[in-house]
């Protein structure tokens, strides 16, 4: 079986050009999860959604940052404008009720 | 919230050596993963483990709820099995969220 697919797996970009990161889930899963990883904050939750729908989006760092889920199958964080400090690792993570999550194999974003 | 802790925060072992790591959280929980995110940045699953004993090759699992932790052991280490390996359990305040421990950052020399 196929396991969560993000794309791209390396982004390298100018400060102030929109970056954006896709996903796709594991088949018949309900719940995704942007995860950020630094090394200074560890692995931080972003936003979730449920069924499509975004659920707690407390961890987006700023309006900069925004998150789509338009079907089951496919999920975009969109950052605009990129900003240097916004370099990190960004995982999708999903799940049927929450646990266990299965984590894709991330996109290491460098913002220049 | 809850709070979670791993330890040893670092480890390095021989090759061949066993190895013991811990996770401890503050509540009561009823749900618990195990990841090992490798050099490559690849997080693993290795265990769910609500409760009880698992096992998968050279490693297992404990989780003792009632008493608030879960051990990860793994015996007979080779050198892929560097990397992080971090706990994550559920928030007090969200079910739907959980909350991943500092990790253990295991290195095992040749």
């Known amino acids: 079986d196929a396991g969560v697919i993000q794309s791209p797996r390396h982004e390298v970009t100018e400060m102030g050009q929109e970056v954006t990161l896709r996903c796709k889930p594991i088949?018949?899963?309900?719940?995704l999860f942007w995860y950020r990883q630094t090394m200074m904050r560890g692995l931080e939750l972003l936003i979730y959604f449920n069924n499509n729908v975004p659920i707690d989006d407390s961890g987006m760092p700023e309006d900069r940052f925004s998150a789509k889920m338009p079907n089951a199958s496919f999920s975009t964080l969109k950052i605009q404008p990129s900003e240097p400090r916004d370099s990190a690792v960004y995982f999708c993570?999903?799940?049927?009720?929450?646990?266990?999550?299965?984590f894709g194999d991330g996109t290491r974003l460098s913002i220049l | 919230g809850i709070q979670v802790e791993q330890s040893p925060p670092d480890l390095i072992l021989q090759e061949g050596a066993n190895s013991t790591l811990r996770c401890n959280f503050s509540d009561s929980v009823n749900n618990l993963q195990w990841f090992h995110q490798n050099p490559w940045g690849q997080l693993i699953n290795l265990f769910y483990?609500?409760?009880g004993t698992k096992q998968n090759g050279r490693l297992s699992a404990t989780t003792v709820a009632t008493e608030r932790y879960s051990l990860l052991y793994i015996s007979s280490s080779q050198t892929t099995d560097s990397g992080v390996y971090f706990c994550a359990v559920p928030s007090a305040t969200s079910y739907d969220k959980v909350i991943f421990g500092p990790g253990t950052s295991l290195s095992v020399i040749p």
């Open positions: 088949s018949g899963h309900d719940y």
């Open positions: 993570a999903s799940s049927l009720m929450v646990q266990p999550q299965h």
């Open positions: 483990i609500p409760s």
